[in-house]
C-alpha cells in the first residue's frame, strides 16, 4: 500500500465511520478500485485507522470518559453485548458475505428504511435527548438493532440510530449514543485484529501508516462535529437518498 491509496483509506474510514452510510462497504469497494489487495497488510492498515477514529470520539465526548458517568457506560456495555456474542458466533457466516453485490443491496435495503423511518417519525417532547438518560431497555434494543451491522454494507452507525430512533431517541441523541457505542465495538474488533495480525507491521510501509492514521483521525473528528451540526437542522433523509443512489451504482457497475 503506497501513501495515496492510505490518504484515499483514511479519508474513507474517518468520513464514513460515524455516519450511516457503511463504512466497511464503502472501503471494500474503495479498495477494489484502488487495487488494494486484500491481506494481512491491509487488514493491519484497517486496525491503525480505526484506532483513529475511535481516538477521535474519545476526545470529543471526554467529558463522559469518567468514572462518574458508570451508569452511562453500562448501559453502553449492555448495548454492546448483543453484537459480540452473535458476532463471535457467526463470524465464519458473517466473512463470506463480504461481497460487492451483498454492499450494493444492503445499501439500497438501508436507505429504503431510513426513508420509511422518516416519514413516520415525529419528535416529541418525550423523546430522550440526552444520551445519560437512556433507559436499560432501549440501550438493549439499540444493541439488538446493531446486530444487523454484522451484514457489510448495513452500517453499524445506521441500524444504531435507527434502533435509537425507533425506540424513542431525538435524533442527535440517536447520533450520539451511536458514536460512544463505537468505542467498545471497535476497540474489541479493532483489538481482535490486531491479535491476529500484529506480526505484519514489521513489513508495514509505517510511513503511509502513520499519514494515513493522522488522515483518520482529523477526517473523523470534523465528520462528527459538521454530522452533529448538520442533525440540528435536518433529517436523516438525505443519507437515505444517498444510499439508494450509491447501491444502485454499484449494481450497475457490477
Not at 455516519?19 to 486496525?47: C, Q, R, W
Not at 513489513?203 to 493522522?214: E, K
Amino acid at each position: 500500500m503506497d501513501i495515496f491509496q492510505a490518504v484515499i483509506i483514511g479519508v474513507i474510514e474517518g468520513f464514513t465511520e460515524f455516519l450511516p452510510i457503511s463504512s466497511t462497504g464503502h472501503m471494500i469497494v474503495a479498495s477494489k478500485f484502488l487495487g488494494v489487495a486484500e491481506n494481512d497488510l491491509t487488514k493491519a492498515y484497517e486496525v491503525i485507522i480505526q484506532f483513529a477514529a475511535i481516538l477521535a470520539v474519545i476526545l470529543i465526548y471526554r467529558e463522559k470518559i469518567t468514572f462518574k458517568k458508570i451508569d452511562l457506560w453500562m448501559k453502553l456495555l449492555a448495548a454492546f453485548l448483543p453484537l459480540a456474542v452473535v458476532g463471535y458466533i457467526f463470524k465464519d457466516t458473517v466473512k463470506s458475505l463480504f461481497n460487492v453485490e451483498v454492499v450494493a443491496w444492503m445499501f439500497i435495503i438501508g436507505g429504503i428504511i431510513f426513508l420509511v423511518v422518516e416519514y413516520f417519525y415525529r419528535e416529541k417532547p418525550t423523546h430522550v435527548s440526552d444520551v445519560e438518560k437512556i433507559s436499560w431497555s432501549q440501550a438493549l434494543w439499540i444493541g439488538i438493532a446493531q446486530i444487523f451491522s454484522l451484514v457489510p454494507g448495513t452500517s453499524r452507525a445506521g441500524a444504531t440510530i435507527i434502533g435509537g430512533l425507533l425506540v424513542g431517541l431525538d435524533r442527535k441523541a440517536s447520533a450520539e449514543f451511536s458514536f460512544l457505542l463505537a468505542i467498545p465495538v471497535m476497540a474489541a474488533v479493532s483489538g481482535y485484529d490486531l491479535l491476529k495480525h500484529y506480526h505484519e507491521f514489521a513489513h508495514a510501509n509505517w510511513g503511509a501508516f502513520l499519514i494515513g492514521f493522522l488522515v483518520a483521525f482529523v477526517v473523523a473528528y470534523a465528520t462528527i462535529k459538521l454530522f452533529l451540526a448538520f442533525l440540528q437542522r435536518f433529517t436523516f433523509v438525505a443519507f437515505g437518498i444517498y444510499r439508494i443512489v450509491f447501491g444502485i451504482l454499484l449494481l450497475a457497475i457490477l
